[in-house]
């Protein structure tokens, strides 16, 4: 992550300008809250590493789920349908599980 994300992420609606991800070239232009320090961005990118790292297992499963509209399909027809389905989903969780 970069303190772009950073800034975008934590202090939404401030309006400020950087060149090349230099904390020293951030100029800040909410006057209604204060610049955020270097060390608070730090922590913030850290934070959202750490989400992004904790939501992997998510894009593992994504591209291997069965197309959205089959799912709505099986759903809709039930029965067999919707079992093969069911256990062709569980199959992806469980391949790729959601840490504990």
């Given at each position: 992550?970069?303190?772009?994300?950073?800034?975008?992420?934590?202090?939404?609606?401030?309006?400020?300008?950087?060149?090349?991800?230099?904390?020293?070239?951030l100029?800040?232009?909410?006057d209604?809250?204060?610049?955020?320090?270097?060390?608070?961005?730090?922590?913030?990118?850290?934070?959202?590493?750490?989400?992004?790292?904790?939501k992997?297992?998510?894009r593992?499963?994504?591209?291997?789920?069965?197309?959205?509209?089959?799912?709505?399909?099986?759903?809709?027809?039930?029965?067999?349908?919707?079992?093969?389905?069911?256990?062709?989903?569980?199959?992806?969780?469980?391949?790729?599980?959601?840490?504990?």
């Amino acid at each position: 992550m970069n303190i772009s994300n950073a800034l975008f992420s934590k202090y939404k609606g401030c309006e400020w300008s950087m060149n090349n991800e230099d904390y020293s070239t951030l100029e800040w232009f909410s006057d209604n809250i204060p610049k955020p320090t270097e060390e608070e961005l730090i922590e913030e990118c850290e934070r959202l590493q750490e989400e992004y790292a904790a939501k992997e297992y998510q894009r593992q499963r994504a591209p291997e789920y069965p197309d959205i509209k089959d799912q709505l399909d099986a759903i809709w027809k039930g029965g067999d349908a919707y079992e093969e389905m069911l256990a062709r989903v569980m199959e992806v969780k469980a391949k790729y599980p959601k840490p504990e």
